[in-house]
């Protein structure tokens, strides 16, 4: 089962690759000469990556770019592109309409310092300032382009996946309204 999954996922990423000229950016020089960071690099990249900073997931996928390089290239790619492989991948999953495709993620950001906020405060070496992070995970809705919920949560107690839930739990989808094929 894990093979066809992987061999029909392949394929959808092969059909996104003859479709460039429509996901990516229109600029003379987007994806068109060979180079280490080719689409097909990219989008495999990308839907690889987990968790980690970006210097760890471009170790973990053996690519000696730079961060800039890389998030440039990837500034080159439509979101379209991500949208388009999913409905192609999930193309034979009979879907209700009815219900949105979400999309989860969470993010650091950081906000003004204030030291004394053990919740917040993040402190990297003895001898350097610290800094104030909060995690935000954000439900966004593939199809309308909305975000739908957002759940703010202290760095030192984020929990993507409890976030998740709770935001599930306070959208106006019910069970009832899921397909149960």
């Given at each position: 089962?894990?093979?066809?999954?992987?061999?029909?996922l392949?394929?959808?990423?092969?059909?996104?690759?003859?479709?460039?000229?429509?996901?990516?950016?229109?600029?003379?020089?987007?994806?068109?000469?060979?180079?280490?960071?080719s689409?097909?690099?990219?989008?495999?990249?990308?839907?690889g990556?987990?968790?980690?900073?970006?210097?760890?997931?471009?170790?973990?996928a053996?690519?000696?770019v730079?961060n800039s390089?890389f998030?440039?290239?990837?500034?080159?790619?439509?979101?379209?592109?991500?949208?388009?492989?999913?409905?192609?991948?999930?193309?034979p999953?009979?879907?209700?309409?009815?219900?949105?495709?979400?999309?989860?993620?969470?993010?650091?950001t950081?906000?003004?310092?204030?030291?004394?906020?053990?919740?917040?405060?993040?402190?990297?070496?003895?001898?350097?300032?610290?800094?104030?992070?909060?995690?935000?995970?954000?439900?966004?809705?593939?199809?309308?382009?909305v975000?739908?919920?957002?759940?703010?949560?202290?760095?030192?107690?984020?929990?993507?996946?409890?976030?998740?839930?709770?935001?599930?739990?306070?959208?106006?989808f019910?069970?009832?309204?899921?397909?149960?094929?």
């Amino acid at each position: 089962m894990i093979k066809q999954i992987k061999a029909h996922l392949n394929k959808s990423i092969q059909s996104i690759l003859s479709q460039k000229v429509e996901l990516v950016k229109q600029d003379e020089q987007a994806f068109t000469r060979k180079r280490r960071l080719s689409l097909e690099t990219m989008i495999r990249t990308i839907l690889g990556m987990g968790g980690k900073s970006l210097s760890k997931e471009l170790l973990d996928a053996r690519l000696t770019v730079s961060n800039s390089a890389f998030v440039q290239r990837r500034y080159q790619i439509k979101s379209e592109a991500f949208y388009t492989l999913f409905k192609e991948f999930t193309a034979p999953i009979p879907l209700n309409t009815n219900l949105p495709i979400l999309a989860a993620d969470g993010s650091d950001t950081c906000i003004p310092r204030t030291p004394m906020d053990t919740e917040t405060s993040i402190q990297t070496q003895t001898d350097v300032k610290s800094y104030n992070l909060i995690h935000i995970n954000a439900l966004y809705d593939l199809k309308t382009g909305v975000y739908r919920d957002v759940s703010i949560q202290d760095k030192h107690r984020q929990h993507e996946c409890l976030a998740l839930i709770q935001m599930m739990e306070a959208s106006p989808f019910r069970e009832s309204s899921c397909y149960h094929g």
